[in-house]
């Protein structure tokens, strides 16, 4: 069965969905990597939740900084294949891929080196939250070129139309970590106990056998991946093109879990229980945005071909099919967070006495789901389009103002619930001006058309 897409011709609805589909499942593939470990971490304590939820913050900050080789390789690679110029995509491939490698081995350096330092800006109470966190960041950061190379080739497979591949890949590390999380986490026969640390020795593991699959799929792909020549001297004018273009956007990814540091270190000064209670909350919403991630990809991918090969009619339906996807997806998610937030917090972390708190972070967070669904499908759809500073100065500008807006509420009758009022309240506001802008952006580039016709 043929893997590859034809984004260019036939029906949009139909091509968008059979991209979006395989890549909705990865996005959940790959959240639920965190979902299983706090699943099993859960049964250990709130403590321990709250160490490897501090830590893998860091991880989330790798989403951005791979990013600097992701967007711009994935715009360029997207625009020369919709121009029918394969050789100049893999130039552009090769080169992304050179940059990805060399961030991700200086991240993780930088993460196995300072783990006690960067763990400390949390200001965690328990010595033993403390310790379990830090060996924890150390094992993922020596995992980090494994997580760059898998979100890149995710990226690059998809532009050329193939969804599938990763889908299957990111299925055999799930598999792997369903097994093997409980193993090092609780331990069996000679293998010891190894709590929080398992969690990441499981994890790391999964996303080593991600890893290798990638790579086998790239030997034996005969359409885009058979010309790039990794070790060729790197082309630095590709390298600056990819990262004058993949920075906004980069910055918007890196400042979001940076910003996100800042809240959890506010939600800390109300104890463990409550930083346990954000991260598995957040981790139970991220079913609404990983969809909407999955979903900007394929439009991020839709968009780039067919605004290479000058066909804005067709990008412009994709981008309208997308949104109305993505209103009846963040409605549902609404529903579901709002009306079963404490049987779904339960899953989690069973102690009674902090079921009341994940509910209230839960309701008023469905409150956002459908606007926050907008402003990540729309930040890839300006991506393919090869606009990406607008949709950047957006979100950095509202994401930012979480700080204020959760150092003001906390300090009202609301107290904790003020912090997570701000959270939501930001997500409506960038998806109502990501929207916005985006509009505008249709016009500007339709009028531009019609005036060369």
Avoid at 15 to 20: E, P
Avoid at 39 to 60: D, K, P, Q, T
Avoid at 326 to 337: E, K, P, V
Wanted: charged share 10%; with cysteine.
């Amino acid at each position: 069965m043929e893997k590859r897409i034809d984004l260019l011709n036939g029906s949009i609805g139909k091509a968008l969905l059979k991209l979006a589909l395989p890549l909705m499942a990865t996005s959940m593939i790959q959240m639920a990597y965190n979902m299983i470990d706090m699943i099993w971490i859960g049964r250990l304590s709130a403590g321990a939740v709250a160490a490897v939820g501090v830590a893998g913050m860091f991880n989330w900050l790798s989403t951005g900084l791979v990013t600097l080789a992701r967007t711009g390789g994935q715009v360029r690679v997207g625009h020369r294949l919709g121009e029918g110029n394969v050789k100049e995509a893999a130039h552009y491939t090769q080169t992304a891929l050179q940059l990805c490698l060399f961030l991700s081995v200086v991240y993780g350096v930088v993460l196995v080196g300072f783990a006690p330092q960067l763990i400390d800006f949390f200001k965690l109470s328990e010595p033993k939250v403390i310790s379990d966190a830090r060996i924890y960041l150390q094992i993922i950061g020596g995992g980090m070129p494994l997580v760059f190379f898998a979100q890149i080739m995710t990226s690059f497979l998809t532009v050329t139309g193939d969804s599938r591949t990763p889908f299957r890949v990111n299925a055999v590390g799930l598999v792997a970590n369903i097994v093997l999380d409980p193993l090092f986490i609780f331990g069996l026969g000679p293998i010891p106990a190894l709590g929080a640390a398992g969690a990441g020795v499981a994890t790391v593991t999964g996303q080593f056998l991600v890893a290798a699959q990638f790579l086998m799929a790239a030997l034996k792909d005969k359409h885009l991946f058979c010309h790039v020549r990794f070790f060729s001297r790197p082309d630095f004018s590709k390298m600056w093109d990819i990262f004058r273009l993949s920075f906004p956007a980069a910055v918007q990814n890196m400042l979001f879990p940076l910003i996100a540091m800042v809240i959890s270190r506010m939600v800390a000064s109300f104890g463990d229980t409550a930083i346990a209670v954000q991260k598995v909350g957040s981790q139970i919403e991220s079913v609404s945005w990983v969809i909407a991630d999955g979903f900007a990809v394929a439009v991020n991918s839709f968009t780039a071909q067919n605004w290479g090969a000058k066909n804005l009619h067709r990008a412009k339906k994709g981008f309208y099919t997308a949104l109305a996807a993505m209103s009846i997806w963040g409605i549902f998610t609404t529903a579901l967070l709002f009306f079963g937030a404490a049987p779904i917090f339960r899953i989690f972390i069973p102690d009674p006495s902090v079921t009341p708190a994940g509910v209230d972070y839960l309701q008023i967070i469905s409150y956002s789901q459908m606007f926050m669904c907008w402003q990540i499908m729309i930040v890839g759809a300006f991506a393919g389009f090869g606009h990406t500073l607008t949709p950047a100065v957006v979100c950095i500008t509202l994401a930012g103002a979480r700080i204020p807006m959760a150092m003001l509420l906390s300090k009202t009758s609301l107290g904790l619930c003020g912090i997570w009022w701000s959270l939501s309240i930001s997500s409506i506001g960038q998806g109502v001006m990501c929207l916005a802008m985006f509009l505008l952006l249709l016009r500007k580039l339709t009028s531009r058309q019609q005036i060369r016709v």
